[in-house]
């Protein structure tokens, strides 16, 4: 497993943008899918995006295609959720994990979580 440190959440006006971090240690990201999912109040947690360390592919929900970008910065172990153009509903803890596999949206196979960071979008 490997350690996994979120930031970067806060309040936000909608439209305006946010950019989480997820910072690993512990084990290098390099065999690593790496994701980042949302629970909402009253919700399930949703996949939100991800990216293989190798390779760079990158995957996203449909409600957040074309507004966030997932990307990864070796020399930091660290990957970005870049949020733009946010809307309320888009209000949620966000949570970074990790694994090896291939089936990157179901959070069942992540075995590394970090503790989350809210994200709260106002009207």
């Known amino acids: 497993q490997v350690r996994l440190i979120e930031s970067g959440g806060g309040l936000v006006q909608a439209g305006g943008s946010l950019r989480l971090s997820c910072a690993g240690s512990g084990r290098s990201f390099s065999t690593y899918l790496v994701g980042w999912f949302r629970q909402a109040v009253g919700k399930e947690r949703e996949f939100v995006a991800a990216t293989r360390w190798n390779g760079g592919s990158t995957y996203y929900a449909d409600s957040v295609k074309g507004r966030f970008t997932i990307s990864r910065e070796s020399a930091k172990n660290t990957v970005y959720l870049q949020m733009n153009s946010l809307k309320p509903e888009d209000t949620a803890v966000y949570y970074c994990?990790?694994?090896?596999?291939?089936?990157?949206?179901?959070?069942?196979?992540?075995?590394?979580w970090g503790q989350g960071t809210q994200v709260t979008v106002s009207s």
């Open positions: 994990a990790a694994r090896r596999g291939v089936a990157y949206s179901d959070p069942q196979g992540y075995d590394s």
